[in-house]
């Protein structure tokens, strides 16, 4: 677990509430509120503060614009001590200015060299001994000025350009006396043209010094926006047999499981992890990158409730703590965390009760500020989480094996949920429940179906009935998956209990119901079909046998049209037979029989056996294909997704 050895926050703190501006009394006040305020709610002073080239000037005013941010930095008495973390465009969008691909072979040429050593010099001079650069910050995103490029050779330039950056701001660092740090910083993203950055515009270790990332909980999920995989209701399994859809990104967004899955693995779909075809850059990659170069880790920028996502979340607190829980988790030597608490960029602001951002709030406090609130090293980050206001519930089970006799039998499921926290609001959720199967509560009288099924606590502990409708053959198996959970309601933290299995058998009655009234056989005929299902005859055979109804569709089998019919001319003559005791007649006669207990069973049944046998021989004849049933099924090995947003957000100063 990394922690922050230099003050009292578990990461070295850091943040962007706008630019001191010493010159303009106005927007200085205005910066200083901004700044103490988040000072105030994370009960720490950051230690570092984002800062920006200004890309929309023409390179040759890039030096004079970084001494007016350094005096300004240097001027504010709520700065003193703290670190820069600068910025650096590799390109320039002033009128006139070439392509961005054009400026990374000039800085690879040397053309600017003199305006970084400038820039150096001009936070040097201002009494700024630690100074962190960022060159082509978010270069994996397209809308931004130093995006490294669609094609591999603009990718080229931008690496080499890189390079030689890193290089003369080293250099430059020295000249003056002052510690340089070259940041390499992509963006989180679940797609780029410049496909994943850290196999296609990585410098080279022996050019970066902190490996660092942007990562925001703006959410844009793979898939249709109105047919979204549910990962948490499909059993947070891919491609489940049960999917799961919601029909908008705010109702998927609603589940804390969907969105800490969302950022762990922002590229993935139902049936991969990363459905980007390795376009995506995930948060974790980026760690593994860091621990293996052996180098620190830094959260560059990082906000979380937005509105321009289409999701919703405006107070987003899951956001905040699955980003330190994966660092915690993850073991990687942490510079710094700088928060955006700015809407410049979006609506990322959450200090001020005007932000109507509670919960946001208080999450970054409580896991970023002082003091922090110790997190789970072994929870996973794509699983709920507990925290100290949260403890896991409780299920138990009567029974893990239940047997229910089909055509309307039921049992009781023997199912109980507890928590230790009265604050707690406990669901249970079953999962695997078939289409005969069905759920009632004790407590409402509410009946309940589908593959998944939510009950609030009082409904569980009401009792539970299941009521199995199963009308086939066969002793049927299904396997229910129950998992207590519990949301707190202040931080809206979820975390789930282990989840606890049953398995539900469905055996048929044990003796059919005697008929209550006279049986009848009633016959659709079929339109021009094409021969006899074997499967059609003994649904009929089954019925007349015990006293059934029947009614059937179309025929799907292979044979003759009079084949069909004149096989349901003789089920006609079976069904007076059997209703007069073997007397033919048209009319119809009431018939009670009771049930024979000798081994030759009812007279009603050996006549059916009897008469389908002779059935059975006229259906022989026919030299049809006789095809027992087929099942069609159609599938794709490769899916193909269309990408409906991809994560970006407007660019900031």
């Not at 962190?132 to 995006?147: A, C, L, Q």
């Not at 959720?429 to 009946?447: A, M, N, R, V």
């Amino acid at each position: 677990m990394s922690q922050n050895t230099a003050g009292a926050t578990p990461f070295p703190l850091g943040v962007f509430v706008g630019n001191p501006n010493y010159f303009d009394s106005n927007e200085e006040a205005s910066f200083e509120a901004n700044f103490s305020a988040f000072s105030t709610l994370m009960k720490s002073k950051p230690q570092f503060i984002d800062q920006y080239g200004d890309q929309r000037l023409p390179v040759s005013g890039w030096v004079g614009q970084s001494s007016w941010n350094a005096a300004s930095m240097a001027q504010s008495p709520v700065l003193k001590g703290v670190t820069p973390v600068i910025g650096l465009p590799m390109t320039s969008t002033a009128s006139g200015s070439g392509t961005p691909d054009q400026f990374y072979k000039d800085f690879t040429a040397g053309k600017y060299d003199s305006v970084l050593q400038g820039m150096v010099k001009a936070w040097a001079d201002n009494g700024f001994t630690t100074q962190i650069w960022r060159p082509g910050w978010e270069m994996n995103i397209d809308t931004m000025p130093s995006y490294a490029g669609n094609d591999a050779a603009t990718r080229a330039d931008w690496v080499k350009a890189f390079q030689h950056i890193s290089t003369v701001l080293h250099a430059a660092g020295q000249a003056n006396g002052v510690d340089v740090k070259v940041a390499w910083n992509p963006s989180v993203v679940n797609y780029s043209n410049a496909s994943n950055v850290i196999k296609t515009a990585y410098p080279g270790n022996q050019y970066v010094d902190i490996i660092a990332a942007d990562v925001y909980g703006d959410v844009f999920p793979y898939g249709t926006p109105t047919h979204l995989y549910d990962w948490d209701k499909s059993g947070q399994v891919l491609n489940s047999s049960h999917p799961v859809y919601d029909s908008s990104v705010q109702q998927w967004a609603t589940d804390p499981v969907n969105l800490q899955h969302y950022y762990t693995y922002p590229a993935s779909n139902q049936w991969s992890l990363d459905g980007s075809a390795g376009h995506a850059t995930t948060l974790q990659q980026l760690i593994d990158l860091a621990k293996s170069a052996g180098k620190p880790f830094a959260i560059a920028e990082t906000g979380a409730g937005n509105t321009h996502d289409g999701a919703g979340l405006t107070d987003n607190p899951t956001f905040v703590k699955w980003l330190a829980d994966t660092l915690h988790q993850s073991g990687v030597n942490v510079s710094f965390v700088n928060a955006w608490d700015s809407n410049s960029g979006g609506q990322y602001r959450f200090t001020s009760s005007a932000d109507h951002k509670p919960l946001e709030a208080a999450a970054w406090a409580r896991y970023f500020g002082d003091p922090p609130t110790a997190t789970s090293a072994s929870a996973s980050a794509s699983t709920p989480v507990t925290t100290t206001s949260s403890h896991t519930p409780v299920l138990t089970i009567a029974d893990p094996t239940l047997s229910v006799h089909g055509k309307g039998g039921t049992v009781d499921l023997g199912v109980k949920v507890a928590t230790t926290d009265p604050n707690d609001v406990v669901t249970a959720s079953i999962t695997g429940l078939p289409q005969y199967e069905t759920i009632t509560d004790k407590l409402d009288g509410k009946t309940f179906n589908g593959n998944n099924v939510t009950l609030t606590a009082e409904q569980v502990d009401s009792g539970l009935t299941l009521t199995s409708n199963y009308t086939r053959g066969g002793d049927p198996a299904s396997t229910l998956t129950l998992t207590a959970i519990a949301k707190d309601p202040v931080s809206g933290a979820v975390i789930k209990g282990a989840p606890h299995t049953i398995t539900v058998t469905d055996p048929p009655p044990a003796t059919a119901p005697a008929p209550t009234s006279p049986p009848k056989a009633t016959v659709a005929n079929s339109s021009a079909t094409t021969g006899q299902d074997p499967g059609w005859l003994s649904q009929h055979q089954d019925s007349i046998a015990n006293g059934g109804t029947t009614t059937t569709g179309r025929s799907t089998g292979t044979g003759g049209l009079a084949s069909q019919r004149s096989a349901s001319a003789l089920l006609s003559e079976i069904r007076d037979l059997v209703a007069n005791s073997g007397v033919a007649n048209s009319g119809s006669g009431a018939m009670t029989v009771a049930d024979d207990p000798r081994e030759g069973g009812s007279p009603a049944s050996c006549l059916a056996s009897h008469s389908f046998a002779l059935l059975s021989q006229s259906l022989a004849g026919q030299t049809g294909r006789v095809d027992p049933g087929q099942v069609v099924t159609a599938g794709s090995n490769s899916p193909t997704w269309v990408q409906d947003s991809f994560l970006t957000r407007p660019q900031k100063p």
